[in-house]
């Protein structure tokens, strides 16, 4: 946890991401990445100077066979507020639309409905799992796939919900990521979506896991180039040491 609680203290004071009288929202789909970023903020929540609420909110996507009722447990012991909302998102996706590629429309469904629901019960910030390798995976389909080199930002502010989107974990590999789950023994939940494991960021992991066998620090320096072009967005604050 020190070492997780590094990671993402260096992110949240260089990005500005938490200031006094935050109400942050993380976003608990029962995976692993948001169960770290859940229990990582709970613990800087005890001695960050900059004083924060903290609530977890669930989206239900339609799946019978997911119990969250572990999840609901581990967020009373943090003594964190748990909010669930059920949605019909599987549904839509799956059964109504049918679509061949589902990830996109369900991920911009995830993200609408958390933002409403945070807003709703008066966060202004959702905090988001995504971590180190994310970017990079993000910047080699973007390449890949788009032709471009972008990422999703450190931290987004949407003016039409008037929410801030913060991403704390950006510089906490995923491997890590793992190791505090299973020291933690903290409550995956299974998604039986029929997409996960088999999409293109999956094919991009694999690519990179081979690349960075072949010529070691591959990961190292395409993060780096991210900062030190820098994306729009990404550019590091020389004020925050």
């Not at 996109?104 to 008066?122: F, H």
Request: charged content about 25%.
């Amino acid at each position: 946890m020190q070492k997780m609680l590094s990671y993402v203290r260096r992110a949240v004071d260089q990005y500005h991401m938490i200031e006094d009288g935050d109400v942050i929202a993380v976003g608990v789909s029962g995976g692993k990445d948001s169960l770290a970023l859940l229990a990582t903020l709970a613990n800087l929540r005890r001695f960050y100077p900059k004083k924060f609420e903290l609530k977890a909110i669930t989206l239900e996507m339609g799946y019978e066979e997911m119990d969250f009722t572990p999840v609901a447990e581990l967020c009373k012991k943090l003594d964190v507020e748990y909010i669930t909302r059920q949605t019909d998102i599987k549904t839509i996706v799956f059964d109504i639309r049918q679509e061949e590629n589902p990830c996109s429309l369900c991920a911009k469904m995830r993200r609408g409905a958390l933002n409403d629901t945070a807003k709703q019960c008066g966060c202004n910030k959702v905090a988001l799992g995504h971590h180190y390798d994310d970017v990079i995976e993000t910047v080699m389909m973007s390449l890949l796939y788009e032709g471009r080199f972008n990422c999703f930002l450190p931290m987004t502010y949407l003016n039409r919900r008037d929410i801030t989107v913060i991403r704390p974990m950006i510089y906490a590999p995923e491997a890590y990521i793992k190791s505090l789950v299973r020291r933690l023994e903290l409550p995956v939940v299974h998604n039986p979506c029929p997409a996960d494991g088999n999409t293109k960021r999956e094919e991009i992991k694999q690519l990179i896991r081979t690349l960075e066998h072949q010529n070691h620090g591959v990961r190292q320096r395409i993060f780096g180039a991210v900062q030190r072009y820098p994306l729009r967005g990404w550019g590091m604050d020389e004020s925050v040491k």
